[in-house]
């Protein structure tokens, strides 16, 4: 697992960094108890644009270059420009330490592939 | 009778059409001609990773397997003709006639070539057999000259420099971009040639490229010769359009639309670069090249088509264009004017990280961002609340 850094540190309906063998994007979604954190692949799959710079709505983000947006909960875009999704990756939460857990599928965007939801 | 909407033009716009015609239920005949063999394919790489190598043509495609859903007629490497509204057809270059009941003009735009001549080494660069060809002469240690320092010419001679090429950038006004960026901000980007070793004159324009067959250089305007192995001409683009010339479509530096993309023929609608829209944002007709309009004009253009109500999200219309050079991120939303007033809001111009908003009025009417893509999608999303309502 990699360790993101503290909850509290993750700014509300924004992104973070963070480097494993690809970037990978961690968002907290909601504040508080409410909140949500999820991880996702940050390489827009449409064109190189680091995702955890895009904004944060609806449980999505939104690709800072094109606008493409993608569900955090699952990876899947929406909208017309690409249809591959991003890997989305496991978010552990424990005494207010953000971990991510790497999903260790190849990025194949093929139908049928298992999504981890975190 | 089966239904029949032709999409004149094989690229995003075309593309675009042709899904937003499924998504919006409509089931009948789709027919998609494009000029270019090849299958829709993104253009914005073709001058930037493309051009390096680093991406190849079949990573440019624009259609996913989800697309065989959309059930489309492609005629591929065909271009249309003639377009007759009395008959309600198009005519393309092999004679087939398209009966349709509808029809979306996304004919785009060719580039503009330096003159008529077409010595080995003198290059324009819009499809991917363009940057094919150019990419075989970009060789460590050849000598390009870039006529235009537009965002095709700039991005050639960053690509270009990156690849051990040396680059001379010839430029006709006397800071690039400076009407769209305004004379600080474009000065900052014109800067971003010289910080890379890449000599640029400005104020001056090329009188004619010299050749023995091959390139073997530039005579600019001043006199002055440029000896050159490759030369590119990056002087714009103009709209696919003069086949549509007597068919009775109003034509305006484009094909004439307004806001929804109804041009002045019924059953006739035109999105991207082909089209000169009326622009809620500016209040203006104008055409763009930009890509994001390429990809999102047609969702309301397809819905006027099909009598629909356009969606919802009208944010695209904040007129949006970006570019990569020299590794920086520039992107630019909105629409700037003379005597508009600069703040930097973030960074400084000295810098290759900052973010620039222009106001009139008080107002943000614009932003640009280099390296700032976070702060920059945040205005930028500011700048659509200034739409008047769609209603």
Known sequence: MISVGALDDIPTDEGVRIQADVPIAVFRVGTGTESEVYAIDDTCTHQRASLADGWVEDCKVECPLHSVCFDLRTGQPDGLLTKKPVRTHQVVVSDGQVYVRLSTEVNQPEEGREVEVA | ?391
């Open chain 2, 1 to 391: 009778v089966t239904r029949t909407v032709t999409v004149v033009g094989g690229s995003l716009a075309g593309l675009s059409s042709a899904r937003a015609l499924r998504e919006r239920g409509f089931d009948g005949r789709v027919v998609v001609v494009g000029a270019e063999p090849r299958p829709p394919y993104d253009r914005p790489p073709l001058s930037k990773d493309f051009l390096a190598g680093t991406v190849t043509a079949d990573e440019l495609a624009l259609l996913s397997p989800d697309d065989d859903e959309l059930d489309l007629e492609w005629r591929l490497g065909r271009a249309a003709t003639r377009l007759d509204p009395a008959a309600r057809t198009v005519e393309l270059d092999d004679g087939e006639r398209i009966a349709s009941d509808g029809v979306v003009l996304a004919t785009g735009a060719a580039a503009r070539p330096l003159d008529d001549s077409a010595p080995d080494g003198l290059h324009t660069l819009r499809t991917v057999a363009d940057a094919e060809a150019l990419r075989e002469r970009l060789r460590p240690g050849a000598r390009l000259v870039v006529v235009g320092a537009g965002f095709v010419g700039a991005e050639v001679a960053s690509t270009a420099s990156a690849l051990g090429v040396t680059v001379t950038v010839v430029e006709q006004a006397s800071i690039p971009f400076e009407r769209a960026l305004g004379p600080d901000v474009a000065a900052v980007c014109a800067r971003l040639h010289e910080r890379n070793g890449v000599t640029v004159y400005t104020g001056v324009g090329v009188r004619r490229v010299l050749a023995n067959g091959a390139v073997r250089g530039v005579e600019l305007a001043d006199e002055r010769m440029l000896a050159a192995d490759v030369v590119v001409a990056g002087l714009g683009a103009r709209p696919c359009v003069d086949w549509l010339v007597g068919s009775g479509v109003e034509l305006d530096g484009g094909v004439r639309t307004d806001a929804g993309g109804a041009t002045n023929l019924p059953g006739v609608v035109a999105v991207g670069d082909c089209a000169a829209s009326y622009r809620r944002y500016t209040g203006t007709v104008t055409r763009l090249e930009h890509w994001t309009n390429a990809a999102q004009q047609p969702a309301e253009a397809v819905a006027t088509l099909l009598g629909q109500r356009p969606p919802a999200h009208p944010a695209y219309e904040v007129p949006y264009f970006w570019s990569d050079q020299y590794g920086c991120r520039l992107q630019f939303a909105g629409h700037r004017e003379p005597g508009d007033r600069v703040d930097v809001v973030e960074g400084d111009l000295g810098s290759t990280s900052f973010l620039a908003v222009y106001r009139r009025g008080g107002e943000p009417v614009a932003v640009f961002g280099m390296n700032q893509p976070r702060l920059f999608g945040r205005w930028r999303r500011q700048l659509a609340a200034r739409l008047p309502s769609m209603d």
